[in-house]
Protein backbone atom coordinates (compact mmCIF):
# COMPACT_ATOMS: atom_id res chain seq x y z
CA UNK A 1 0.00 0.00 0.00
CA UNK A 2 1.04 3.85 -0.62
CA UNK A 3 0.37 6.69 1.67
CA UNK A 4 1.07 10.36 0.23
CA UNK A 5 0.18 13.59 1.35
CA UNK A 6 -2.63 15.31 -0.14
CA UNK A 7 -4.35 18.78 -0.10
CA UNK A 8 -7.77 19.28 -0.14
CA UNK A 9 -9.01 22.55 -1.01
CA UNK A 10 -11.69 23.72 1.87
CA UNK A 11 -14.24 26.88 1.88
CA UNK A 12 -11.74 28.16 4.51
CA UNK A 13 -8.41 27.21 3.02
CA UNK A 14 -6.21 23.61 2.28
CA UNK A 15 -6.60 21.10 4.65
CA UNK A 16 -3.45 19.38 4.37
CA UNK A 17 -3.96 15.10 4.69
CA UNK A 18 -2.89 11.70 3.97
CA UNK A 19 -4.34 9.50 1.98
CA UNK A 20 -3.22 5.53 2.38
CA UNK A 21 -4.24 3.24 -1.01
CA UNK A 22 -4.17 -0.29 -0.90
CA UNK A 23 -2.85 -2.61 -3.53
CA UNK A 24 -4.85 -3.13 -6.84
CA UNK A 25 -6.81 -0.72 -8.93
CA UNK A 26 -9.76 -0.07 -7.11
CA UNK A 27 -12.36 1.53 -6.94
CA UNK A 28 -11.94 0.80 -3.18
CA UNK A 29 -14.81 1.78 -0.20
CA UNK A 30 -13.69 4.69 1.40
CA UNK A 31 -12.99 5.78 5.63
CA UNK A 32 -11.87 8.92 6.13
CA UNK A 33 -10.11 8.33 9.59
CA UNK A 34 -10.85 11.73 11.83
CA UNK A 35 -7.48 12.45 14.26
CA UNK A 36 -7.70 13.04 17.53
CA UNK A 37 -6.05 16.13 19.27
CA UNK A 38 -2.53 15.42 19.29
CA UNK A 39 -3.04 15.27 15.41
CA UNK A 40 -1.19 14.04 12.11
CA UNK A 41 1.79 11.43 13.14
CA UNK A 42 3.22 7.95 12.11
CA UNK A 43 0.74 6.41 14.49
CA UNK A 44 -2.37 7.87 12.55
CA UNK A 45 -0.71 6.62 9.34
CA UNK A 46 -0.06 3.10 11.12
CA UNK A 47 -3.74 3.29 11.65
CA UNK A 48 -4.96 4.03 8.24
CA UNK A 49 -2.69 1.28 6.92
CA UNK A 50 -4.20 -1.25 9.01
CA UNK A 51 -7.53 -0.52 7.88
CA UNK A 52 -6.18 -0.13 4.32
CA UNK A 53 -5.13 -3.82 4.30
CA UNK A 54 -8.70 -4.64 4.01
CA UNK A 55 -9.47 -3.13 1.15
CA UNK A 56 -10.28 0.18 1.99
CA UNK A 57 -9.06 3.76 0.67
CA UNK A 58 -8.49 5.83 3.68
CA UNK A 59 -8.17 9.56 4.03
CA UNK A 60 -6.56 11.28 7.02
CA UNK A 61 -7.55 14.91 7.02
CA UNK A 62 -5.80 17.44 9.28
CA UNK A 63 -8.54 18.58 11.59
CA UNK A 64 -6.78 21.74 13.15
CA UNK A 65 -5.51 23.00 9.70
CA UNK A 66 -6.69 26.24 10.17
CA UNK A 67 -3.50 26.63 12.28
CA UNK A 68 -1.39 25.76 9.65
CA UNK A 69 0.18 22.37 8.10
CA UNK A 70 0.87 19.38 10.57
CA UNK A 71 2.44 19.14 12.28
CA UNK A 72 1.39 22.24 14.45
CA UNK A 73 3.12 20.72 17.87
CA UNK A 74 6.22 19.88 19.17
CA UNK A 75 5.75 15.81 19.80
CA UNK A 76 8.87 15.02 21.26
CA UNK A 77 7.50 14.82 24.83
CA UNK A 78 4.19 12.92 24.48
CA UNK A 79 5.28 10.91 27.06
CA UNK A 80 5.67 14.05 29.63
CA UNK A 81 2.77 15.26 31.77
CA UNK A 82 4.03 18.55 31.07
CA UNK A 83 4.81 18.43 27.26
CA UNK A 84 1.34 17.05 26.44
CA UNK A 85 -0.39 20.10 28.88
CA UNK A 86 1.89 22.48 26.74
CA UNK A 87 0.72 20.56 23.60
CA UNK A 88 -2.77 20.54 24.44
CA UNK A 89 -2.38 24.12 25.97
CA UNK A 90 -2.12 25.26 22.01
CA UNK A 91 -4.81 22.70 20.35
CA UNK A 92 -7.86 24.15 22.56
CA UNK A 93 -8.34 27.19 20.62
CA UNK A 94 -8.25 25.27 17.55
CA UNK A 95 -10.54 22.47 18.64
CA UNK A 96 -12.92 24.59 20.20
CA UNK A 97 -13.22 26.59 16.75
CA UNK A 98 -14.47 23.51 15.34
CA UNK A 99 -18.14 24.38 15.78
CA UNK A 100 -20.61 22.02 14.28
CA UNK A 101 -21.18 24.39 10.98
CA UNK A 102 -17.30 24.32 10.24
CA UNK A 103 -17.44 20.55 10.80
CA UNK A 104 -20.26 20.67 8.82
CA UNK A 105 -17.96 22.45 5.78
CA UNK A 106 -15.09 20.63 5.98
CA UNK A 107 -16.42 17.25 5.90
CA UNK A 108 -18.40 18.43 2.24
CA UNK A 109 -14.84 19.55 1.09
CA UNK A 110 -13.23 16.06 2.13
CA UNK A 111 -16.32 14.13 0.68
CA UNK A 112 -16.16 15.95 -2.55
CA UNK A 113 -12.71 15.21 -2.87
CA UNK A 114 -12.82 11.66 -2.43
CA UNK A 115 -16.52 11.47 -4.84
CA UNK A 116 -13.86 12.83 -7.67
CA UNK A 117 -11.43 10.39 -7.39
CA UNK A 118 -11.20 7.43 -9.91
CA UNK A 119 -9.87 5.14 -7.29
CA UNK A 120 -13.06 5.73 -4.78
CA UNK A 121 -16.14 3.27 -5.03
CA UNK A 122 -19.45 5.74 -5.92
CA UNK A 123 -21.43 6.06 -2.76
CA UNK A 124 -21.22 6.70 0.99
CA UNK A 125 -18.23 6.50 3.04
CA UNK A 126 -17.66 5.36 6.45
CA UNK A 127 -15.23 7.26 9.31
CA UNK A 128 -13.35 6.08 12.15
CA UNK A 129 -12.92 8.85 15.06
CA UNK A 130 -10.49 9.41 18.08
CA UNK A 131 -10.90 11.52 20.95
CA UNK A 132 -12.30 14.95 19.35
CA UNK A 133 -12.03 13.23 15.91
CA UNK A 134 -14.69 11.01 17.05
CA UNK A 135 -17.31 13.68 18.14
CA UNK A 136 -16.46 15.35 15.04
CA UNK A 137 -17.17 12.13 13.47
CA UNK A 138 -20.97 12.42 14.82
CA UNK A 139 -21.48 15.39 13.89
CA UNK A 140 -20.51 14.50 10.79
CA UNK A 141 -23.10 11.76 10.11
CA UNK A 142 -25.22 14.27 11.41
CA UNK A 143 -25.01 17.07 8.87
CA UNK A 144 -24.41 14.12 5.68
CA UNK A 145 -26.63 11.37 6.50
CA UNK A 146 -26.68 10.24 2.43
CA UNK A 147 -23.32 10.40 2.26
CA UNK A 148 -21.90 8.57 5.29
CA UNK A 149 -22.75 5.30 6.11
CA UNK A 150 -21.60 4.83 9.35
CA UNK A 151 -19.50 5.81 12.05
CA UNK A 152 -17.28 4.75 14.75
CA UNK A 153 -16.02 6.93 17.68
CA UNK A 154 -13.71 5.81 20.09
CA UNK A 155 -12.76 7.34 22.98
CA UNK A 156 -14.70 10.62 22.03
CA UNK A 157 -15.07 13.32 24.65
CA UNK A 158 -17.72 16.14 24.83
CA UNK A 159 -20.41 14.25 23.02
CA UNK A 160 -22.72 15.15 25.55
CA UNK A 161 -22.83 18.89 27.33
CA UNK A 162 -25.20 21.50 28.17
CA UNK A 163 -24.50 23.58 25.05
CA UNK A 164 -27.55 24.33 23.02
CA UNK A 165 -25.47 22.90 19.76
CA UNK A 166 -24.34 19.89 21.82
CA UNK A 167 -23.83 16.96 19.26
CA UNK A 168 -26.09 14.41 20.74
CA UNK A 169 -28.75 16.66 20.18
CA UNK A 170 -28.64 16.55 16.10
CA UNK A 171 -28.57 12.68 16.27
CA UNK A 172 -32.32 12.72 14.68
CA UNK A 173 -30.88 13.15 11.30
CA UNK A 174 -28.75 10.25 11.13
CA UNK A 175 -30.00 7.33 8.91
CA UNK A 176 -26.52 5.20 9.17
CA UNK A 177 -24.98 3.17 11.97
CA UNK A 178 -22.87 3.97 14.87
CA UNK A 179 -20.74 2.57 17.43
CA UNK A 180 -19.17 4.40 19.95
CA UNK A 181 -16.15 2.48 22.57
CA UNK A 182 -15.92 4.70 25.63
CA UNK A 183 -13.24 4.87 27.55
CA UNK A 184 -13.74 3.65 31.38
CA UNK A 185 -13.96 6.94 33.91
CA UNK A 186 -13.22 9.09 31.08
CA UNK A 187 -14.39 12.55 32.29
CA UNK A 188 -14.90 14.02 29.25
CA UNK A 189 -17.60 11.83 28.84
CA UNK A 190 -18.97 10.50 32.35
CA UNK A 191 -21.76 7.36 32.71
CA UNK A 192 -24.53 9.97 33.19
CA UNK A 193 -23.53 11.86 29.57
CA UNK A 194 -23.31 8.27 28.22
CA UNK A 195 -26.77 7.18 29.30
CA UNK A 196 -27.99 10.61 28.21
CA UNK A 197 -26.37 9.99 24.97
CA UNK A 198 -27.99 6.56 24.38
CA UNK A 199 -31.19 7.75 25.80
CA UNK A 200 -31.51 10.14 22.90
CA UNK A 201 -30.23 7.75 20.21
CA UNK A 202 -33.28 5.39 21.35
CA UNK A 203 -35.43 7.91 21.12
CA UNK A 204 -34.35 9.05 17.45
CA UNK A 205 -34.44 5.06 16.12
CA UNK A 206 -30.66 5.54 15.36
CA UNK A 207 -28.71 2.03 15.02
CA UNK A 208 -25.81 1.70 17.18
CA UNK A 209 -23.41 0.11 19.65
CA UNK A 210 -22.33 1.59 22.68
CA UNK A 211 -19.76 0.32 25.06
CA UNK A 212 -17.58 0.92 28.17
CA UNK A 213 -14.08 -0.33 27.84
CA UNK A 214 -13.63 -1.45 31.47
CA UNK A 215 -9.80 0.11 32.75
CA UNK A 216 -9.61 1.68 29.44
CA UNK A 217 -8.07 5.94 29.57
CA UNK A 218 -9.02 8.37 27.42
CA UNK A 219 -6.72 7.81 24.41
CA UNK A 220 -6.54 4.35 24.81
CA UNK A 221 -5.41 2.91 21.03
CA UNK A 222 -2.69 5.95 20.53
CA UNK A 223 0.20 3.90 21.30
CA UNK A 224 2.82 6.93 21.25
CA UNK A 225 1.34 7.94 24.27
CA UNK A 226 0.81 6.62 28.01
CA UNK A 227 -2.44 6.08 27.71
CA UNK A 228 -2.16 3.38 25.59
CA UNK A 229 -4.09 0.22 26.35
CA UNK A 230 -3.17 -2.85 23.73
CA UNK A 231 -6.45 -4.70 24.59
CA UNK A 232 -8.76 -2.40 24.51
CA UNK A 233 -6.94 -1.60 21.32
CA UNK A 234 -7.52 -4.64 19.63
CA UNK A 235 -11.09 -4.86 21.11
CA UNK A 236 -11.49 -1.63 19.03
CA UNK A 237 -9.55 -2.74 15.98
CA UNK A 238 -12.49 -5.47 16.07
CA UNK A 239 -15.29 -3.42 16.79
CA UNK A 240 -14.49 -1.02 13.58
CA UNK A 241 -13.67 -4.19 11.08
CA UNK A 242 -17.42 -5.67 12.62
CA UNK A 243 -18.72 -1.94 11.59
CA UNK A 244 -17.51 -1.85 8.28
CA UNK A 245 -18.17 -5.31 6.89
CA UNK A 246 -21.57 -4.81 7.95
CA UNK A 247 -21.90 -1.14 6.80
CA UNK A 248 -19.13 -0.63 4.33
CA UNK A 249 -18.24 -4.03 2.90
CA UNK A 250 -15.47 -4.53 0.50
CA UNK A 251 -16.78 -7.07 -1.69
Same mark, same amino acid.
Request: some cysteine; glycine content about 10%; proline content about 7%.
Given at each position: ??????????????????????????????????? /?????????????????? +???????????? +??? +? #??????????? #?????????????????????????????????????? /??????????????????????????????????????? +?? @????? /?????? @??????????????? /?????????????? #??????????????????????????????????????????????? #?????
Amino acid at each position: MLTTTVDIPTSDGVADASLTRPDGDGPFPAVLLFM /DAIGPRPRLVEMAERIAA +RGYLVLTPHLLY +RGG +R #APLFDLSRLGE #ADGRAALFAKAMPLIGALTADVINRDTAAYLDFLAARD /DVRPGPVAITGYCMGGTNALRAIEAHPDRIAAIASFHGG +RI @VTDAP /DSPHLG @VASITGELYFGHADA /DQSMTPEQIATLEK #ALDAAGVRYRSEVYAGAHHGYTMSDTPAYDEQATERHWRALFDLLDR #ALPVG
